[in-house]
C-alpha cells in the first residue's frame, strides 16, 4: 500500500469495480429496505445540499446492505418542465429559432437530443460522491413506464372524482407563459412605493368626518381597472354607516360596492381596502366570500386587454360588466399602464400621497420576472378528501417524522390544505391526457382510442389538452412508478412501502405531503415509513448559500479541489453588477488564498455526516473537512502500521494458540462497545452521535494509544509466540472490524485498506461476499468481549503515561530521556498494575527507575502528577537547568504582557471598537483572550519552576 493516501489514485477506480460488478444490486436474503432518492432535475448538477443529501442516504444503505437486508436504492431523475424547456429554448435563440417556429413535436425532439447529450451530469456527479444507488434500475419520470404511470394516476382520480378542471388564481410566469408552483416563486426584497389614491363615494355619501372619498393604499395602482369593492373592516366605527353604499370607481364610471370583511385591518393606513379578486390572493379569497366578480384585466403577458374578462365568483360569465376598459389603456404594459394610471389619478386631483414602502416581490425562480397572480383555466386535484388519510396515517404513528417535531409543520399544512393545480402550460412534460370536443366538452382517458370508445364518439374531431402536468404531480408518484405501478411487479410487492425518504424540510409539503397523499389513494399503501428531515447546509458563518452572497461551494470542488482563479470565475460569472463581483472576489481569495484542495470523497462525506444533527440547519466549516481529511491520513497510516507488522506474519488465523495481553483484551472490549454505539446511534438517525463515537474510537483508542502500546510486544524479541501472535491477531482484526464500521461513513478509504488486509484477518477468499468489504456483515457487539478488567488496567496506565507527558512538556524534558519516578499514596491495586505492565511503561514512558515512597519519608523536589489518588513524583535534579528555565519564562511573560497591553489597549479606544467591522472587533477580543490564557498558564508554570 502506498506510503501516502491520495484519494483520487483510489476512488474513480474502486467505484468503477463497484459497478461493474453489480455490487449495488439488492441481493441479501433478509428483509428489504428501500430508499428512494429524490430525483434530482435533469438540467441540475450537485450542490451542497445534494452532497448532505445523498452521504446520510448512502449511509443508511451501506449500513443496512452490510446488516444483509435486501436493500434498493432506487435512483433516477426528474424531468424538470420549465427549467430543461428554458435550458432548450435558449440553445435555440442562440441559432435565432423559437419553439413555435419549430412546432411542437420537433421541439420536443430537440429536448429529448438535449437530455441524451447533456442530462447525465448530475448522475456522474452521485458516481463521484460514491452513491451506491443500483444504476441498472435508474428511472428517468418521462420514461415510457413513468409515463404510463403518470396517465393511470390522472384517469382514476378524475374518475374518482378528485381531478377537476377549474377557472382560478395562479401564479403566473409571464416570461414562460405559464402556471408554476409556491415553490418556484422567489419572495424578494425591494424597495417600493405606497400609492394612496381617493375613490369617491357614490349617491353624495360622506365619511364621519365629512369626506366625500376613502383613501386606499395600494403597491399596484394598475390593478385598480380589475376593482370589484372596496372592504372595510366590520368593527371599524369609522366606516360601518357606509358598508353597503357604493364607490364610484375613478377613470371607469363603474360602481363598486362597500362591504364588510375581517380581511381589513383597521390600524393598517386607512383601514379601507381596494379588492382585486382576479388579481391578488387575499382578494380572491374575499372574493369568494362575497361573491364578486373577477375581473381579468391583463392578457398572457401582462399588458392590459382592451376588453376586460369578466366572471361570477362561481367562475360563470357575469351579464351585469361588459369589462369595457378606457382605450388609452389597452396593450398597455402593466408597469407603463401603472405610470399613466398614477398621472390620471394625479391629473383628476385623486392622487393623495406616494410613499416609500418595503415589498416583497415574487418572482420566478428561473425567469426571474414578477410574478402576475391571473386568472386562468387549469386542471386541479382536490386535494382535502386525499389529506384526511395522509394524515391519518401519520397520527396512528405508520409514518414517522424524524424529528418528530417536523409532524407539526405537516398537519399545519395539510389542515389548511387548498386544492393544487396541476397544469402546465409548456410543451416538455406529461401531457395532460384529456381531449376537447368541437364544442368544448372534455374527455379523460389513457389515451384517445379509449376516450371515443368509452364515449362512443366515432370520427368527430378531437384535440388534446396542450398542457402538460406539474413535475410535482410524476414526482408524487415517485416511490411506486419506479417499481412498474400500475403493473403489480415483483419489484413493487418486494419494496414498497419504502423505509425512509431522507429530505429538507422545505419541501414537506410540495412533495412529501403528495407523495402520501397519492400513494395512500393509488396503491392503498403508504409510500415510506419514516420521514428524515435535515436542515439546510449553510456557510461557516451560518449564511443561505447564494450566487449573490458568493458563498456557494460545490461540493466536488472540495473533493476534486479547485484553483484560486477557477473560483473566482465560478463565483462571478454571470453577475451582472461590478461591485458585487469585485466584492464577492475579494471575499473569496480572504477566505480561499491558495484555492480549495482535493480532500477526496471520503472526508467531505465524514464531516457531512458528523454535521447531520437531528433537523438543525448546518454550518459547513470547511476547517472540519481539512480535519477529517486528517482522519483519513491517520487511518491510512495506521493500515501501513499493521500491514508491516502482519503481512506474512502469523497472525493466528488458522487456529494456532494465542495469548492476549490486557492491552489487546482492552481494546477488544472498547471495540464492543463503540460498535454497540455506532449502531444505536444510526438506528435512531443520529449521524453525528455515530461518526463521533467512530472518530473517538479509531483515532483516540486504536491509533493514538493501541499502536503505541503494542510496540514492546510486537519488537519484544523475548516475548513469547503466543503473546505475539495474540497482539497481530489483534491488531488486525480490531482494524478489519473498524473498517466495516466506517464504511457506510467512508466507503472508498475502508474499501482500498480492507482489500489489504483482510487475508492477515482471515476473510474467507474466492465467493462474492468476500470480494467486497460492502458485503461483508455488519459488526455486531459480543458482551462476552467487553472486559471491565483490561479497561480499568489501560486506563491506568494511560493516566500514568499523560501524567508523564505533561510534566515532560512543562519543563521541557526531552521524551527520549530516561527519568525516575516515585509513588506516593500507592494502593494495592496501583503497585498491581505497575508490576504487570512494567515492561510496557519502562519502554513507552521512559523509566530508568520507579520507587514507592515509604511513610514517613519525605519527597524530593519534584514536578507532580495525579493518577486516581495515587501521586506521580519526577525529581527534578539533574533534568532541568532551573536559571535557564526561569529566564526563558521571564523572557516570553514579557512578550506576552506587551501583546496583552497592546491588544486590551485597543480594544479600550472608543474610537477605534466604534469604527472597526465586527468580525474585526471578534478577532481582536479572540486574540486576547489568547494573548491572556496564554500568559496565564505562563506564570503558572514559573510559579512552578521557582518552587523546585
Known amino acids: ?97 423559437g419553439r413555435h417556429d419549430l412546432g411542437r413535436e420537433k421541439f420536443l425532439e430537440k429536448v429529448w437530443e438535449w437530455k441524451e447529450q447533456s442530462g447525465g451530469t448530475i448522475t456522474r456527479q452521485i458516481r463521484r460522491l460514491g452513491s ?242 391571473w386568472l386562468t383555466d387549469q386542471w386541479y386535484v382536490s386535494t382535502k378528501p386525499l389529506a384526511e388519510k395522509a394524515i391519518a396515517v401519520v397520527e396512528s404513528g405508520e409514518i414517522q417524522f424524524v424529528p418528530k417535531q417536523y409532524e407539526n409543520m405537516y398537519f399545519s399544512w395539510m389542515r389548511d390544505i387548498q386544492d393544487w393545480c396541476i397544469s402546465r402550460q409548456l410543451w416538455w412534460g406529461h401531457r395532460i391526457p384529456a381531449w376537447y370536443d368541437e364544442a368544448g366538452n372534455v374527455y379523460v382517458g389513457r389515451d384517445e382510442a379509449e376516450v371515443r370508445a368509452e364515449h362512443n364518439l366515432g370520427d368527430i374531431n378531437l384535440r388534446q389538452d396542450e398542457d402538460v402536468l406539474d413535475t410535482w404531480f410524476s414526482s408524487g408518484l415517485w416511490t411506486f412508478s419506479t417499481l412498474g405501478w ?8 418486494t419494496f414498497h412501502p419504502t423505509d425512509v425518504l431522507v429530505t429538507g424540510f422545505d419541501i414537506i409539503f410540495f412533495w412529501v405531503a403528495r407523495m402520501i397523499m397519492l400513494s395512500t389513494h393509488l396503491t392503498g399503501q403508504i409510500p415510506f415509513k419514516t420521514v428524515y428531515v435535515h436542515g439546510l447546509v449553510r456557510d461557516g458563518q451560518g449564511q443561505k448559500m447564494s450566487k449573490s452572497k ?62 447531520a444533527s437531528t433537523g438543525r440547519d448546518i454550518k459547513f466549516d470547511m476547517g472540519r473537512v481539512e480535519g477529517y481529511r486528517n482522519f483519513c491520513n491517520k487511518i491510512w497510516n495506521a493500515a501501513n502500521f499493521v500491514i508491516e507488522n ?92 473498524a473498517l466495516r464500521l466506517a464504511h457506510p461513513f467512508m466507503p472508498f478509504i475502508t474499501e482500498e485498506i480492507w482489500q489489504r488486509i483482510k487475508a492477515q484477518a482471515g476473510v474467507s477468499q474466492g465467493e462474492k461476499q468476500g470480494d467486497t468489504i460492502m458485503l461483508q456483515a455488519w459488526p455486531v457487539a459480543n458482551e462476552s468481549r467487553i472486559d471491565a478488567a483490561a479497561e480499568g488496567d489501560i486506563e491506568w496506565v494511560k493516566q500514568l503515561m499523560l501524567g508523564l507527558r505533561q510534566i515532560r512538556g512543562e519543563m521541557k524534558i526531552s521524551m527520549a530521556k530516561r527519568i525516575d519516578i516515585i509513588l506516593q499514596n500507592a494502593s494495592a491495586e496501583d503497585l498491581r498494575r505497575l508490576a504487570d505492565n512494567a515492561p510496557l511503561l519502562n519502554k513507552l514512558a521512559k523509566l530508568e527507575s520507579v520507587r514507592v515512597l515509604e511513610a514517613g519519608e519525605d519527597a524530593p523536589m519534584s514536578a507532580t502528577a495525579l493518577v486516581g489518588e495515587m501521586q506521580v513524583l519526577v525529581p527534578m535534579a539533574g533534568l532541568i537547568d532551573k536559571d535557564a528555565e526561569l529566564a526563558r519564562l521571564d523572557k516570553e511573560i514579557g512578550r506576552l504582557t506587551g501583546e496583552v497591553q497592546r491588544v486590551g489597549g485597543k480594544l479600550a479606544n472608543e474610537g477605534f471598537v466604534a469604527k472597526a467591522p465586527a468580525e474585526v472587533l471578534d478577532k481582536e477580543r479572540a486574540k486576547l483572550n489568547e494573548a491572556e490564557q496564554a500568559l496565564s498558564k505562563m506564570v503558572e508554570q514559573r510559579e512552578k519552576i521557582a518552587n523546585l
Open 486 to 493: 400500475p403493473e403489480q411487479t415483483d419489484a413493487l410487492k
Open 132 to 373: 451506491s444507488v443500483d444504476w441498472s434500475r435508474e428511472r428517468f419520470t418521462m420514461d415510457d413506464g413513468l409515463s404510463e404511470s403518470v396517465k393511470e394516476a390522472f384517469v382514476r382520480l378524475h374518475k374518482d372524482g378528485l381531478i377537476y378542471r377549474g377557472k382560478r388564481l395562479v401564479n403566473w410566469d409571464t416570461k414562460f407563459h405559464t402556471a408554476i408552483s409556491d415553490l418556484e416563486v422567489e419572495s424578494h426584497d425591494e424597495k417600493g412605493s405606497l400609492w394612496n389614491l381617493r375613490y369617491p363615494l357614490a349617491d353624495g355619501n360622506k365619511t364621519a368626518d365629512g369626506k366625500n372619498y376613502l383613501t386606499v393604499a395600494t403597491t399596484r395602482p394598475e390593478t385598480m381597472l380589475g376593482d370589484s369593492a372596496v372592504a372595510v373592516n366590520p368593527n371599524d366605527e369609522r366606516y360601518q354607516a357606509l358598508i353597503g353604499t357604493f364607490i364610484d370607481l375613478p377613470l371607469l364610471g363603474r360602481r363598486i360596492p362597500i362591504i364588510a370583511d375581517d380581511y381589513c385591518d383597521p390600524e393598517f393606513g386607512t383601514g379601507c381596502v381596494k379588492i382585486t379578486p382576479a388579481h391578488d390572493f387575499n382578494d380572491y379569497e374575499v372574493g369568494k366570500r362575497h361573491n364578486l366578480p373577477l375581473i381579468n384585466i391583463f392578457d398572457k403577458n401582462a399588458a392590459v386587454l382592451a376588453t376586460a374578462q369578466v366572471f361570477h365568483g362561481d367562475g360563470s360569465v357575469n351579464p351585469d360588466f361588459d369589462g369595457s376598459l378606457p382605450a388609452e389603456y389597452a396593450g398597455l404594459d402593466r408597469f407603463e399602464a401603472r405610470k399613466q394610471i398614477v398621472a390620471a389619478f394625479d391629473a383628476a386631483g385623486l392622487l393623495e400621497s406616494i410613499e416609500p414602502h418595503a415589498l416583497k416581490v415574487p418572482k420566478g425562480d428561473r425567469s426571474g420576472t414578477i410574478i402576475e397572480p
Open 646 to 737: 502482519t503481512d506474512g506474519q502469523d497472525t493466528g488465523v488458522n487456529g494456532e494458540p494465542v495469548e492476549l495481553s490486557s492491552v489487546d483484551r482492552w481494546i477488544i472490549s472498547a471495540l464492543q462497545r463503540t460498535e454497540a454505539d455506532v449502531t444505536r446511534h444510526l438506528d435512531a438517525f443520529r449521524f453525528d452521535l455515530a461518526a463521533h463515537a467512530l472518530y473517538e474510537f479509531i483515532w483516540d483508542e486504536y491509533c493514538a494509544w493501541y499502536l503505541e502500546l503494542v510496540k514492546p510486544v510486537l519488537w519484544d524479541e523475548n516475548a513469547s509466540v503466543e503473546r505475539q501472535r495474540g497482539t497481530r491477531r489483534t491488531l488486525v482484526r480490531v482494524l478489519e472490524v
Open 550 to 611: 458568493g458563498n456557494v461551494l460545490d461540493p466536488l470542488d472540495i473533493v476534486d479541489g479547485i484553483t484560486l482563479d477557477e473560483l473566482l470565475a465560478k463565483r462571478t460569472s454571470g453577475l451582472m453588477q461590478p461591485k458585487l463581483a469585485e466584492k464577492i472576489a475579494k471575499q473569496t481569495k480572504a477566505e480561499f488564498p491558495d484555492g480549495i484542495a482535493a480532500y477526496g470523497t471520503d472526508a467531505l462525506r465524514f464531516t457531512n455526516l458528523a454535521l
Open 1 to 97: 500500500m502506498d506510503k501516502t493516501y491520495q484519494p483520487h489514485a483510489i476512488e474513480t477506480a474502486l467505484y468503477q469495480n463497484w459497478e461493474a460488478n453489480n455490487y449495488f444490486a439488492p441481493q441479501g436474503a433478509g428483509e428489504p429496505y428501500t430508499i428512494m432518492i429524490p430525483p434530482p432535475n435533469v438540467t441540475g448538477s450537485l450542490h451542497m445540499g445534494h452532497g448532505f443529501n445523498n452521504s446520510i442516504m448512502d449511509c443508511l444503505i451501506r449500513l443496512r446492505r452490510m446488516q444483509g437486508r435486501n436493500t434498493l436504492w432506487q435512483p433516477g431523475t426528474d424531468h424538470a418542465g420549465i427549467a430543461t424547456q428554458m435550458v432548450v429554448e435558449r440553445q435555440l435563440a442562440a441559432e435565432g429559432i
